[in-house]
């Protein structure tokens, strides 16, 4: 397998700026000519779409919601990161790109990094043009926060909607594009495959979600901007239709798909209340700044409170452990998201969850209210507490908050090398489905950065060499054999599952898959862990193909039948998931192996034999998938380790 | 845990767009008062697949009601009518055991029914591309800063773009009407200097495409802003009639 | 022309159209009323009134086509509206509504006048064809009086008095004083013998109740329309536009209630 990332010579900071000279362009009077596929349209897929279309090429932009707006880009609260340095605290494209790489804990690729933090500025200005109402101070310029312990502020935010503004920006982009007849979306469009013609990704075959409709679609390229797979967890802050169908489809035709195992846990999420939780909501991380996270000393009183024998306010302060504050001395309640996460499962594991489920931490206001008063807090987390009420029916004034890690983000994704091409000629993966710039931990506010960086500024120039080089006519029938051979399975597939009628639902599945990942691959792991996982996974899934039942018929709108299919792929993804993380015998990031920590029980790396991309070929049906490693070179960066005592 | 509650679902079905659709009647049994509204969709329908029956369709996404995406009308009130509330945050508490619920999909000519509670809002969309943009090519613009945007126009501006784009303001609408959608759109890109050039092109194709997607007309009544999860405010509507007036006597015609 | 085929042909256009014609409305509803409640200060009054008012000659029916064309465009526009807005739902809901938050109800359902605003519309307009009947055209069949003239009230002029003053004056004319057609009507007389009938005053009470539940929404309506409304005074427009319906209809009714009860004779 070639895992050459391509990354061009030269020093870092002229990279980007050569690459571009080098890269061959397509004659603008032949742009017309190329059809290419977006699948996807949050806020890589959109912003690509509307950029491709703008420079001239045919966009067929797919999405399975009702409409682009929808992605789950929408979902993201906190804002966006960019090295302007408009507060003049001494940011700048290389704080920001050094700053990226540590917080990956040393597992991403330095090139693709820098580059990111290069073209940050330009989405600002980018998105600031289609008038995405930036907050703002009273002269009228940007205003800026400091974001997940970042020592400077260069987080733009629109209120704590930043991911839904940035993405109605890139949507009215790319409507502007649909009503131009430069785009033509297909919504309510579930990407099944990809068609792969000689060894070149050339189209994919699509269900129309209310018709049941099988169609193909072929191009000269394709871009995947699927988004994440944290649904694999079942439960997780992503939205309820977000999927590893896309990107693992591609896998199996034979795309690499990097660091499964890197996924992020947010600390501050609403705990699960019962078996019927469908999903977890995140509630902003900067409650951190103001609240104190707390678990009652005795697993005696923990219990009592479960109960409901007791309230917080009646555990005295001797008797409380802010275990975030004893530990960590110096960022206290501000520990990065891993380290805040795990300590609060290792309370809970100890048997000091406050929740009914166990599973579950104060994060008090008590100390803040009496020393701002109730009405400055309300002016802080105002949105928050309600949206806390509306869920829990409980006022965090009154009562202190209970939060519990979730599954929030994921690191890892098809590899691309710099140009954001897959290992599959042809094939673009952007945004959150591609593994490039996070390594193995992401920063807060940078996702949207990379989703915006990607479709904007950096895919609509690389995707021209390789269109250049196939030239216009390197766009095969949808008629032909591959494209019938692909649509044959698809179809075999959706026959298959509706056809089992067994006993048990697709969400039962989905729910007990979850589990295991969850118990076994979540926020901490270990190697027996992931062995058993991995003799269990596949037990699930041939109880999956034997047992599943799915109602209806494939000619209708038929929601059971379309998760059935996700959660056949997370069935299969999620092995991946463990054999990736069983092979990472180090700590890193959001991948945490109980086995490899320092005696502070902190995450311990080890450069010397995991400095490295771990991708994943697949092999096919019942075959063990082959690691391939592209080797991680550090010249602009000193590796450390982390330390937040 | 928290109580449990019996309840009646009285829920409208519909195969397709041809179909007629009826309503039929559902026991929603040992209903966790801490589940969503939607779990407690969820759970009735594990129990109608486990008795071979298609489950009811029904739209969501997020589940944190910011996508926009899930849409009923619950006792008569889109979202169930808590206020600032959609429907996947609306929770169970607010039920009483025994109750009878009736749920049922935008009622609107221009959000045609796909299925049960599934309606098609491309129109929304067609909207959108009709003008609701300003049009900047990538890369062609200028420095961030170089626009100062007075920071009451942008808070302003904001709260109209909260707008989620779920049509309950429409289902709410005793004309079915989309002024309360078209007048967040028309508002927020009208409020931010970036917005000018395309000011007056864009009230009138908007408001074209409105009508030629068959919405009804504003009659002033108000339900909309009752109903919108998001509380965009019906003074947006009468900014939009004022900048479609003076984009009438401008230009007159798109 | 541009603007005449927006202002026609769109939504918004038609909802301007409206707006303004009903201002227009509104303009001669004031108008009327403050020259009808000159019945108050006495024959003279009124008839003079009256006679300036026909006096205008031609100025006289170009305000009555401008009154009728404003009358038609609104009239117009207000059935297309309802009909465009009975297409946009076909299908209606049938859950009752009942909003988890009870308080809300309200805002939730629209009110009475918003609801029926094409009903009070018709009915005026209904009312005001019968009412030219009554007082413009003059038709003796349906003004309900019987008797001694039978309220035909074409017969009822005023002429000269000795020191050159109109008065109201008996009907029929004496024979030879004036002719027909030359003296100014009187209105006064006309007006106390029309609504000493109590089903007519009846008529009126219910047609101006509805004119009144009409512009109690339409007046505030009117403003957000034409986009001259927003949270800060628009308290002041809810609050008064059903007040100054209100007014209106106390100062019409005044007239054929104090007939009946005789104050006026
Ligand atoms: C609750 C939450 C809060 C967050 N907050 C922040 C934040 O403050 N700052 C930050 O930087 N990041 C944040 N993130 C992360 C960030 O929002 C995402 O990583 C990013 O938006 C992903 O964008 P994307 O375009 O790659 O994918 P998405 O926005 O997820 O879009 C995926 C697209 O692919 C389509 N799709 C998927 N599968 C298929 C298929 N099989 N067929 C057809 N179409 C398909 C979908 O329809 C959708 O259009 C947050 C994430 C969450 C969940
Ligand atoms: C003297 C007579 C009338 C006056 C003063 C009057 C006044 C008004 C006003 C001020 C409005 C508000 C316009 C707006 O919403 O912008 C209005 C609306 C309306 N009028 Fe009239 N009107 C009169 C007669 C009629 C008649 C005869 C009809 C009959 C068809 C009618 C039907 C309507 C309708 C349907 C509306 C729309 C209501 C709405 O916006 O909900 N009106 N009227
Ligand atoms: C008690 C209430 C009313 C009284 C006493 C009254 C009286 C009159 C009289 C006497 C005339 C005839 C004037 C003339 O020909 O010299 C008249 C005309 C008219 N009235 Fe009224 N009116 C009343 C209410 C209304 C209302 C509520 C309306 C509105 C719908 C209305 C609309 C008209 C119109 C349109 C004319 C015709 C004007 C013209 O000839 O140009 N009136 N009214
Ligand atoms: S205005 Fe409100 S109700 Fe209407 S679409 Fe937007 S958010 Fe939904
Ligand atoms: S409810 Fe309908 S009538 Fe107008 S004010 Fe809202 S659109
Ligand atoms: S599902 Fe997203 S708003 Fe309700």
Known sequence: MNLDAHIPSGPMAQKWDKHRFDLKLVNPANKRKYEVIVVGSGLAGASAAASLAELGYNVHCFCYQDSPRRAHSIAAQGGINAAKNYQNDGDSVYRLFYDTVKGGDYRSREANVYRLAQVSANIIDQCAAQGVPFAREYGGLLANRSFGGAQVSRTFYARGQTGQQLLLGAYSALSRQIGLGKVTMHTRSEMLDVVLVDGHAKGIVVRDMVTGEISRHSAHAVVLATGGYGNVFYLSTNAMGCNVTATHRAHKRGAAFANPCYTQIHPTCIPVSGDHQSKLTLMSESLRNDGRVWVPKSQEVANQIRKGELKASDVADVDRDYFLERKYPSFGNLVPRDVASRNAKEACDDGRGVVPSGLGVYLDFADSINRMGEGAVRERYGNLFDMYEKITGSNAYQNPMTIYPAVHYTMGGLWVDYNLMSNVPGLYVIGEANFSDHGANRLGASALMQGLADGYFVLPYTIGQYLAEVGPDDRPSADSSEFAGVEEEVRGRIDRMLSIKGRRTPTSFHRELGQIMWEKCGMARDAAGLEEAIQKIPALREEFWSNLNVPGENGSLNQSLELAGRVADFLEFGELMCRDALQRAESCGGHFRTEHQTEEGEARRDDENFSFVGAWEYKGEGNAPELHKEDLQYEEVKMTQRSYK | MGKQLNLKLKVWRQDNADDPGRFEEYDANGIDTDMSFLEMLDVVNEGLIEEGKEPIAFDSDCREGICGTCSMVINGAPHGGQQGTTACQLHMRHFNDGMTITIEPWRATAFPVHRDLVVDRTSFDRIQQAGGFISVRTGSVPDANATPVPKEDADLAMDAAQCIGCGACVAACKNASAMLFVAAKVSHLSLMPQGQPERDRRALAMVQQMDDEGFGNCTVTGSCEAACPKEISLDFIARLNRDYGCALVKKGEV | ?265
Not at chain 3, 137 to 151: C, R, T
Request: proline fraction near 4%.
């Open chain 3, 1 to 265: 022309m541009n603007l005449i085929k927006g202002i026609f042909n769109t939504s918004l256009g038609r909802k301007y159209l409206m707006a303004i014609t009903g201002a227009g409305l509104f303009g001669f509803i004031i108008a009327h009323l403050l020259g009808n409640l000159l019945v108050f200060a006495g024959p003279a009054a009124l008839n003079e009134y009256a006679k300036k008012l026909h006096d205008l000659g031609p100025l006289l029916w170009v305000a009555r086509l401008g009154l009728l064309g404003m009358a038609g465009l609104h009239i117009w526009s207000a059935i297309k509206l309802t009909t465009e807005n009975r297409e946009a739902r076909k299908v209606p809901y049938e859950g009752a509504v009942e909003p988890v938050d009870q308080h809300r109800r309200d805002d939730f359902v629209a009110k009475f006048a918003a609801r029926t605003m094409i009903f009070s519309g018709l009915i005026i307009a209904a009312f005001a064809f019968y009412h030219l009947a009554h007082y413009t055209w003059k038709v003796p069949q349906i003004n309900g009086i019987s008797g001694e003239f039978k309220g035909d009230f074409e017969t009822y002029y005023v002429h000269e008095t000795d020191d050159g003053n109109q008065t109201a004056f008996v009907s029929p004319l004496p024979d030879g004083e004036g002719a027909e057609g030359e003296n100014a009507s009187d209105v006064y007389r006309m007006v106390v013998n029309g609504f000493k009938v109590p089903w007519v005053v009846g008529f009126y009470v219910v047609a101006i109740g509805l004119l009144c539940v009409h512009l109690s929404h339409g007046l505030s309506a009117m403003f957000q329309s034409l986009g001259l409304k927003n949270k800060n005074y628009g308290k002041w427009i809810d609050c008064g536009a059903p007040l100054v319906a209100v007014l209106i209809f106390l100062g019409y009714i005044s007239i054929p209630v104090a007939v009946l009860a005789g104050f006026v004779k």
